[in-house]
C-alpha cells in the first residue's frame, strides 16, 4: 500500500509539472513574444534574423501553405517578375508544361526553399538536390549538341544558369556580348539622379522643404539642447555644408518629423529619412542590414550576424545613421568606411590593396572623372534605374545589399558591365580566389557560357543559311 500511494504522488507530481510546462508554453505562444522556442530547426541566412516573428511567413494564426506562399510572394515577388525571373509561375500554369508539375511542383516556393532544414540546406536556401534541373531538362542535349555530356549538378555553377534571374547568362545575351573587350576605357557608373528628378517625385514634401539653403538664422535647433553631438557654433557652420541645409532641410524635418507639435527625437528614426528617401528606405527593408526594421523589430546588430564582423564592431545597430551620420550626410564614407567598420571577411580586407580601390582614391581624390571609381557600394548597391510614377524614372542607389549578393552573377547588369565586358565578368565572379582578392588581378579560371552560345549560334546561322527559304 506504502508502494502504491508513493506512486501515486509520483503521478501527481508528473501530471502538475506537464500542466505547468503546458501553460508556460500556450502563456508564450498567446502573448507577442519571441517564439523561437516552437521552431522544429533552425532558419537559412537569408531568414533567420526574422526567427521572432514567426507570423511573417507562417501567419497570424500559422496557417497553411497557401499563406506561406503568398507570403513569399509578399516579399520577394518584386525580384521574381520578369525581366528578372526566368521561370515564373506563369509558365507553369501554361498547359502545355502541365507535365512539368508533375514531377516537381514549381508553382510553391517552399518546394525548393523549405525552412526549419539546416541538414539539407544548400547556398541561398535551397533545400532540393544540385541535379533539380534534370526534372524538366533531361533531354537538353538534343536540343543544344554543345550540352552534350554535361552532368546535371553543374546546371547552377557560376557563370551558367540561374533559376529565377538569369538576365546575363542567357543565350541571346552571351550572344550579343560574346566580343566584348575585357576592361572599357570610359567604364562609369551612372550618376545618382535624386536632385534632377526632385520636380517628378510627387512625394517629395516641398512645403516643409524648399529645396532653398537653411541660413544661419533660421536653424530650428531648440537653444537649450544638450550640445553632446557637436552642435556649437562650428558643428552648426559645417552642418549648413550639407545637402540636407542646402535643400532646405531643417533640424526638425529629421529631429520632429516636419511636426511643430511632436517631442524632439535626439536619434531620427528611418521613418523620418523615408519622408524624402521613400524608395531608398523601401530597398533598405528588403535586405539584410534592414529587414528587421520592416518586420517591426529591433535593427540588426552586428553579433547576429553570419557573416565575420569585426569585434570591435560588436553590438553596433543598423539603420540610416549607422552609414550616413546626422550632421554629416558624406556619402563618400557611406560608400566605404562605413561597410569597412563592421566587415571583417577576406574579401572587405583585401579592398584597399585592389585596383578598385585605387580607382576609387583617384575619384575622390579628383584626379579621375566622376563615377570611374569602384567603391563597396559600387558593387553592392549599385546605382539602378527605378520608376518614381507612371511617367518618369530616376537613378536610385539600390539599398538593398542583398539584390546582387547571391548568386554574384546577378551584379553582371547593375555592377559589372559598366566597365568590363561579359566573359571577364562571368571569369572573374566565378574565381572565388580572385573574389577573396577584391578582384586585384586577372581571372585565373575561364567559364564556357559564352564558347557554348557562339557554338549554338554558329550551328543556327548554318541551319538558317541552308534552309530552303534562305537560298530563294
Known amino acids: 500500500m506504502a508502494a502504491e500511494r508513493s506512486n501515486g504522488r509520483y503521478w501527481w507530481l508528473w501530471g502538475l509539472i506537464t500542466l505547468a510546462i503546458v501553460a508556460a508554453l500556450a502563456w508564450v505562444l498567446l ?57 515564373p ?55 543544344r549538341p554543345s550540352h552534350q555530356g554535361m552532368a546535371f549538378d553543374t546546371c547552377a555553377s557560376a557563370g551558367c544558369h540561374n533559376f529565377h534571374n538569369n538576365r546575363a547568362l542567357y543565350t541571346d545575351f552571351l550572344v550579343k556580348h560574346m566580343d566584348d573587350t575585357d576592361t572599357r576605357r570610359d567604364g562609369r557608373v551612372p550618376p545618382r539622379g535624386f536632385h534632377e528628378a526632385l520636380e517628378e517625385i510627387l512625394t517629395y514634401p516641398r512645403d516643409r522643404y524648399p529645396l532653398q539653403p537653411v541660413a544661419a538664422a533660421a536653424v530650428d535647433m531648440p537653444a537649450d539642447l544638450d550640445r553632446s ?37 535626439p536619434r531620427p528614426d528611418p521613418k523620418s529619412c523615408g519622408s524624402c528617401h521613400d524608395q531608398e528606405l523601401d530597398r533598405f527593408g528588403k535586405g539584410k542590414h534592414g529587414m528587421r526594421l520592416a518586420a517591426g523589430l529591433p535593427p540588426m546588430t552586428t553579433d547576429r550576424a553570419r557573416l565575420p564582423m569585426r569585434s570591435d564592431a560588436a553590438h553596433e545597430s543598423l539603420d540610416c545613421n549607422s552609414c550616413h551620420k546626422a550632421h554629416d550626410d558624406d556619402v563618400v564614407k557611406a560608400a566605404v568606411e562605413a561597410c569597412e567598420g563592421c566587415h571583417d571577411d577576406r574579401h572587405t580586407r583585401a579592398y584597399r590593396n585592389s585596383s ?41 542607389v539600390d539599398h538593398n545589399q542583398s539584390a546582387n549578393l547571391s548568386p554574384n552573377t546577378k551584379m553582371i547588369r547593375g555592377a559589372c558591365l559598366h566597365c568590363h565586358g561579359l566573359g571577364f565578368s562571368i571569369d572573374a565572379l566565378a574565381d572565388r580566389t580572385l573574389v577573396e582578392r577584391n578582384f586585384d588581378g586577372r581571372p585565373g579560371i575561364h567559364v564556357q557560357s559564352i564558347d557554348l552560345a557562339r557554338k549554338d549560334q554558329e550551328n543556327y546561322l548554318k541551319e538558317l543559311k541552308g534552309s530552303p527559304g534562305e537560298k530563294r
Open 229 to 265: 553631438e557637436g552642435m556649437n557654433a562650428d558643428g552648426i557652420r559645417h552642418w549648413l555644408q550639407t545637402a540636407h541645409a542646402r535643400a532646405g532641410v531643417n533640424c526638425s524635418a529629421c529631429h520632429q518629423g516636419g511636426d511643430a507639435q511632436a517631442p524632439w527625437r
Open 31 to 87: 502573448r507577442d513574444e519571441d517564439k523561437t522556442l516552437f521552431m522544429p530547426g533552425p532558419l537559412s541566412d537569408g531568414h533567420h534574423q526574422l526567427a521572432e516573428r514567426c507570423d511573417i511567413c507562417h501567419g497570424e494564426a500559422m496557417a497553411g501553405e497557401e499563406v506561406i506562399q503568398e507570403n513569399c510572394v509578399e516579399c520577394h515577388g518584386e525580384d521574381r517578375v520578369k525581366p528578372f525571373d526566368s521561370h
Open 89 to 143: 509561375r506563369s509558365k507553369f500554369r501554361d498547359p502545355r508544361n502541365a507535365d512539368r508539375l508533375e514531377k516537381i511542383d514549381a508553382l510553391r516556393c517552399v518546394t525548393c526553399h523549405t525552412e526549419h532544414k539546416s541538414e539539407i540546406t544548400r547556398k541561398d536556401g535551397v533545400t532540393q538536390p544540385r541535379d533539380l534541373c534534370s526534372h524538366c531538362h533531361a533531354d537538353i542535349a538534343e536540343d
Open 356 to 396: 578598385h580601390f585605387r580607382l576609387w582614391q583617384a575619384e575622390v581624390l579628383g584626379s579621375a572623372p566622376p563615377g570611374s571609381g569602384v567603391s563597396c557600394a559600387t558593387c553592392h548597391m549599385p546605382r539602378v534605374e527605378r520608376d518614381i510614377s507612371d511617367w518618369s524614372s530616376r537613378i536610385v
